[in-house]
């Protein structure tokens, strides 16, 4: 792209300038728009945020619970082998590479409460299923249908980001990664629940209660996913919804132009350009670290727990405290992400409280360190998933090229996930695993330092440019352009770093 060009600033120019199709700066709203904007965002938390972190929540239960089942006797049961268990954990992962950039680029196809909604109807069926498997080839194909079917969730964040305005979106997604802390934290707890009071109910065993409970819950919560999530404000027919007022959702379309274009779609171009543009694999290095951690937490926290010396049922209840300590974090961290403006510097301590916690666990033998090391890798984890969720969101423009960047991102991630299964293979101390995910989180710092640089001296060029041309009288030829046509490029865009 030619960015040098100049020219001259006339009244044609200035009507232009005017009426350009990207807004850099917060839209002028009217004193009843302003209160317009307050009713919107309250009911957007209501509806998409809780409805969102709903799905989140079951999500991570149905998606987590094959580990408390482990410990609870489906390995047993099943007469499934270490490698066989490993293989389960991972194929879910396979699913989820295969679907993940279609997922990302359909939900302006499907609209969003089919997507989001269908889907969690089909992983909390599956969910159901895995109570009546007999061996582990069962379990192994029903954990492959089930990675197929999550992975459609992961158009959420791009979903999010037509609702929300830059400076908002952390919280936001925030909110409903909590819920997957949550999720994990109940899931210890309802899994020692089950095993302490419906393990043999009926002629099941806890493992199968485990399943048939988490798994009616997230049919549900998909059924009202289905029922009650709104399209993207600029995809609402007629501009009339149960919830939200015409004047509100014309205020939502005006806030959505700060950073969109109104009904942008998939664009094929932008897909190769999104492969020219380097936050694509410094983001993609950042996820292998991040979905390597979360993928072990996610399998085998109960495992580390009861190596620590507890029996099945406190194993259970222990494991809650590593979410407990996610879900403190993950709030304070992305709140401050916002209201600061500041992404790169917390993502990179984030990443600092794993390789402290990773590396506590390789080093010491103390259980009550142990402990707290296993906390410090999800107060660092957790949070990086929705900051850097957010901090490519924000930075990217163009949708198809922002669901590129980030879909890329996931498949990398995802591929490294499933390394997560085939790593903690040495117990008591599981000292290869914990060293693997060490090296990544530490790669992961470095690639957030770097992507940091990298937009802080884009961010420099931009200004000097723009300097340049109010010193001559000029319009940047681009400043008419909008996130469609310029991407992240346009001479007004600024990285939030």
Same mark, same amino acid.
């Given at each position: 792209?030619?960015?040098?060009?100049?020219?001259? *600033?006339?009244?044609?120019?200035?009507?232009?300038?005017?009426?350009?199709? !990207?807004?850099?700066?917060?839209?002028?709203?009217?004193?009843?728009?302003?209160?317009?904007?307050?009713?919107?965002?309250?009911?957007?938390?209501?509806?998409?945020?809780?409805?969102? +972190?709903? =799905?989140?929540?079951?999500?991570? %239960?149905?998606?987590?619970?094959?580990? &408390? $089942?482990?410990?609870?006797?489906?390995?047993?049961?099943?007469?499934?082998? &270490?490698?066989?268990?490993?293989?389960? *954990?991972?194929?879910?992962?396979?699913?989820?590479?295969?679907?993940?950039?279609?997922?990302?680029?359909?939900?302006?196809?499907?609209?969003?409460?089919?997507?989001?909604?269908?889907?969690?109807?089909?992983?909390?069926?599956?969910?159901?299923?895995?109570?009546?498997?007999?061996?582990?080839?069962?379990?192994?194909?029903?954990?492959?249908?089930?990675? !197929?079917?999550?992975?459609?969730?992961?158009?959420?964040?791009?979903?999010?980001?037509?609702?929300?305005?830059?400076?908002?979106?952390?919280?936001?997604?925030?909110?409903?990664?909590?819920?997957?802390?949550?999720?994990?934290?109940?899931?210890?707890?309802?899994?020692?629940?089950?095993?302490?009071?419906?393990?043999?109910?009926?002629?099941?065993?806890? %493992?199968?209660?485990?399943?048939?409970?988490?798994?009616?819950?997230?049919?549900?919560?998909?059924? +009202? $996913? %289905?029922?009650?999530?709104?399209?993207?404000?600029?995809?609402?027919?007629? #501009?009339?919804?149960?919830?939200?007022?015409?004047?509100?959702?014309?205020?939502?379309?005006?806030?959505?132009?700060?950073?969109?274009?109104?009904? $942008?779609?998939?664009?094929?171009?932008?897909?190769?350009?999104?492969?020219?543009?380097?936050?694509?694999?410094?983001?993609?290095?950042? &996820?292998?670290?991040?979905?390597?951690?979360?993928?072990?937490?996610?399998?085998?926290?109960?495992?580390?727990?009861?190596?620590?010396?507890?029996?099945?049922?406190?194993?259970?209840? !222990?494991?809650?405290?590593?979410?407990?300590? $996610?879900?403190?974090?993950? #709030?304070? *961290? &992305?709140?401050? +992400?916002?209201?600061?403006?500041?992404?790169?510097? #917390?993502?990179?301590?984030?990443?600092?409280?794993?390789?402290?916690?990773?590396?506590?666990?390789?080093?010491?033998?103390?259980?009550? =360190?142990?402990?707290?090391?296993?906390?410090?890798?999800?107060?660092?984890?957790?949070?990086?998933?929705?900051?850097?969720?957010?901090?490519?969101?924000?930075?990217?423009?163009?949708?198809?090229?922002?669901?590129?960047?980030?879909? =890329?991102?996931? =498949?990398?991630?995802?591929? !490294?996930?499933?390394?997560?299964?085939?790593?903690?293979?040495?117990?008591?101390?599981?000292?290869?695993?914990?060293?693997?995910?060490?090296?990544?989180?530490?790669?992961?710092?470095? +690639?957030?330092?770097?992507? %940091?640089?990298?937009?802080?001296?884009?961010?420099?060029?931009?200004?000097?440019?723009?300097?340049?041309?109010?010193?001559?009288?000029?319009?940047?030829?681009?400043?008419?352009?909008? #996130?469609?046509?310029?991407?992240?490029?346009?001479?007004?865009?600024?990285?939030?770093?």
């Amino acid at each position: 792209m030619d960015t040098e060009k100049v020219e001259p *600033v006339n009244d044609v120019d200035m009507v232009e300038y005017q009426e350009k199709e !990207f807004l850099a700066t917060e839209p002028e709203l009217t004193a009843e728009e302003k209160r317009l904007e307050r009713s919107l965002v309250l009911k957007a938390d209501i509806l998409i945020v809780g409805m969102t +972190s709903l =799905v989140f929540l079951v999500n991570q %239960w149905d998606r987590g619970n094959i580990g &408390n $089942a482990r410990v609870m006797g489906l390995q047993k049961d099943l007469n499934i082998s &270490n490698d066989q268990f490993y293989n389960a *954990v991972s194929l879910y992962y396979v699913g989820y590479v295969i679907c993940i950039i279609p997922a990302n680029l359909s939900i302006r196809f499907f609209k969003a409460h089919r997507q989001v909604g269908g889907c969690v109807i089909v992983f909390a069926t599956l969910s159901c299923c895995m109570a009546a498997a007999k061996n582990a080839a069962t379990v192994l194909a029903l954990r492959i249908l089930f990675g !197929f079917a999550s992975t459609f969730l992961q158009a959420l964040t791009l979903y999010t980001s037509l609702w929300y305005k830059r400076d908002e979106l952390a919280t936001r997604t925030s909110a409903f990664y909590s819920a997957a802390t949550i999720a994990g934290a109940f899931s210890g707890l309802i899994a020692y629940a089950i095993q302490k009071n419906l393990d043999g109910a009926l002629g099941h065993s806890a %493992w199968q209660w485990l399943f048939i409970i988490q798994g009616c819950a997230g049919i549900f919560v998909g059924i +009202s $996913a %289905w029922l009650l999530m709104p399209p993207p404000p600029d995809q609402i027919k007629d #501009l009339k919804h149960w919830i939200f007022s015409k004047a509100e959702l014309e205020v939502a379309i005006k806030r959505l132009k700060t950073y969109n274009k109104a009904g $942008a779609g998939f664009d094929k171009k932008q897909m190769l350009i999104a492969f020219k543009d380097p936050k694509v694999y410094f983001c993609s290095v950042m &996820n292998a670290g991040i979905a390597l951690g979360l993928a072990s937490i996610s399998a085998f926290l109960p495992s580390f727990v009861q190596q620590f010396g507890f029996s099945p049922t406190r194993t259970q209840l !222990f494991s809650l405290i590593p979410y407990a300590c $996610a879900f403190v974090t993950l #709030l304070i *961290v &992305n709140y401050t +992400s916002d209201r600061t403006g500041i992404k790169g510097p #917390l993502l990179m301590l984030c990443f600092a409280f794993s390789i402290v916690g990773y590396i506590i666990l390789m080093v010491v033998n103390s259980v009550k =360190v142990k402990i707290f090391g296993t906390c410090l890798i999800t107060m660092g984890v957790f949070p990086c998933v929705t900051l850097l969720g957010a901090w490519a969101s924000i930075n990217v423009g163009g949708f198809t090229k922002r669901a590129m960047t980030w879909g =890329v991102a996931e =498949v990398v991630g995802q591929c !490294f996930a499933i390394m997560a299964s085939h790593i903690y293979t040495d117990p008591p101390r599981y000292l290869k695993g914990h060293s693997i995910c060490l090296a990544f989180q530490a790669m992961g710092f470095i +690639s957030a330092f770097l992507m %940091w640089l990298h937009m802080r001296h884009l961010n420099g060029k931009k200004e000097e440019e723009a300097a340049r041309h109010q010193a001559a009288g000029t319009v940047h030829p681009m400043s008419h352009q909008s #996130l469609e046509e310029a991407y992240d490029y346009h001479p007004d865009f600024r990285y939030i770093l």
